[in-house]
């Protein structure tokens, strides 16, 4: 499939391996799409309305999801933080009650409608286990490399657990950009990668509360008046319930074009509400409201949806 590579940006991006070409998926030799390196690269559509995004993503996005057989997260999943760089209370906030409560939501419901490949189902379990923090030890221009090493240090140092079910998010304040693409090709990832023996899979959650609003933020003003958090919050679902059904990047996604659940619903938040504050919102998660995109899910039939059932 050739794509125009006017690309620019936006979907939060997917899967799997550093295998560099931040952006585009690639096409393999058998014809069908994997999910790759930093995700989906784009048209343009910068200039366009969040609602007119959904509507062109949409129309690019066919092909159901196949489960290719790899690993499913199906137990429950253990979340850590790693807080890069300098971050408020309030900000910090928003995410922490995001990754408290969105186990056992409806919204995460959805990945229950996946399995593994013996059948069994994944569970809407999420722990919120521990965080850490790294003031900026590797500056403010992260590589992948960068990424990887920023959680491998933390479990080495024993400040994080050495954890193959754990989800290690690597939130960078919004002075920090990811030097593979960030704002251009993707708003965040998720890979695996071995460390210290075991499978690790981790995510780079960008903040565009600075450096890309326009392509990576979602709504102004934001729901908790933390725009770049607020923001993060889509970012950071997207790329869970991602590692959860692909973590390895060889189980659920279409083979029509490397997408994987996550991909398939970004900048589509379906119906909203108006906060008191005048923010948009879609899903109240623990006493908190957010503005997230919505997921893919397998029942009753493929869809984009904010919950399941
Ligand atoms: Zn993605």
Redesign the pocket.
């Known amino acids: 499939m050739k794509l125009n590579r006017k690309l620019v940006v936006l ?5 799997y391996a550093s295998v560099a070409l931040a952006g585009a998926v690639k096409e393999s030799s058998d014809s069908v799409y994997k ?1 790759t390196g930093k ?2 690269g784009e048209l343009d559509l910068d200039a366009q309305s969040h609602a007119q995004k959904a509507a062109t993503l949409r129309a690019q996005r066919s092909g159901n999801l196949t489960n290719q057989g790899g690993p499913v997260m199906t137990g429950p999943k253990n979340v850590y933080y790693i807080w890069y760089g300098s971050w408020d209370a309030a900000s910090k906030n928003v995410l922490t009650n995001l990754g408290t409560h969105i186990g056992g939501s409806p919204y995460f419901n959805i990945n229950t409608t996946y399995t593994n490949k013996a059948g069994t189902h994944v569970q809407n379990v999420v722990n919120y286990a521990s965080s850490a923090t790294d003031s900026g030890s590797l500056g403010t221009q992260l590589s992948d490399a960068n990424i990887q090493t920023i959680v491998s240090n933390q479990i080495t140092a024993g400040a994080l657990p050495l954890d193959p079910n754990g989800i290690y998010f690597v939130l960078t304040d919004k002075n920090t950009t990811a030097t593979s693409g960030f704002c251009t090709q ?1 708003c ?3 890979t695996n990668a071995t460390i210290n023996g075991q499978d690790i899979k981790y995510a780079f959650i960008g903040n565009p509360e600075t450096q890309c609003a326009s392509s990576c933020g979602a709504s102004t003003p934001s729901p908790n008046n933390t725009p770049g958090a607020d923001a993060m919050a889509s970012i950071l679902s ?2 869970m319930e ?1 590692t959860t059904t692909d973590p390895d990047g060889n189980a659920w996604y279409a083979l029509s074009n490397g ?5 398939k619903c ?1 900048w589509n938040f379906g119906a909203t509400s108006t906060a008191s504050n005048g923010a948009t919102y879609n899903q109240t998660i623990g006493t908190m409201k957010y503005l997230i995109q919505q997921n893919w899910t397998l029942l009753p039939t493929q869809a984009c949806a904010q919950h399941y059932p």
């Open positions: 979907a939060l991006s997917c899967a999910p995700g989906w993707y965040g990832w998720h997207h790329e991602e997408m994987e659940n996550g991909d970004a």
